[in-house]
């Protein structure tokens, strides 16, 4: 496991940003900090705050933070599958969405209070009866 600083200058780099242009990105979020909090955080001597930390991973476009900061993510399904693999597991996704036994929005269904805005993301899994699980757009 590679340590936060590391990985945050690595993708930060990767994307062709300074550390002012970090700055400049997550006022924009409605973040204030400095180039010197930025500095702190890739040498390691702090830690952002998790509102922080999930916006500069939506900015530097880390997709999978399991992945990206503890390696192998057990989660992913496609995780060891070759391309095939991967394309014939999205061919078997298709199947399912097209079948629409699985429904993938459930309208008629009240968003429950628990739902969020969830790493970054805008909308909620939850349960759905009689039965399964349903995504409600926020």
């Known amino acids: ?3 936060f600083g590391e990985i945050l200058a690595e993708n930060r780099k ?6 002012s242009d970090l700055v ?10 400095t180039t010197k909090a930025i500095s702190k955080w890739e040498t390691n001597a702090r830690e ?4 922080v930390f999930l916006t500069l991973c939506q900015l530097l476009d880390i997709e999978d933070i399991y992945e990206s900061f503890f390696g192998e993510n057990p989660y992913n399904i496609m995780s060891g599958l070759n391309e095939e693999g991967r394309n014939k597991l999205i061919e078997f996704a298709d199947i399912l969405k097209a079948s629409k036994v699985f429904s993938t929005v459930c309208k008629n269904y009240p968003i429950p209070s628990s739902c969020r805005n969830y790493m970054g993301t805008s909308f909620c899994w939850y349960w759905k009866l009689p039965g399964g ?3 409600r757009n926020l």
């Open 1 to 3: 496991m590679r340590d």
């Open 14 to 19: 990767k994307k062709g940003y300074s550390q």
């Open 24 to 33: 400049d990105l997550l006022s924009q979020e409605g973040i204030q900090v």
């Open 48 to 51: 952002p705050a998790l509102h």
């Open 133 to 135: 699980f349903c995504k």
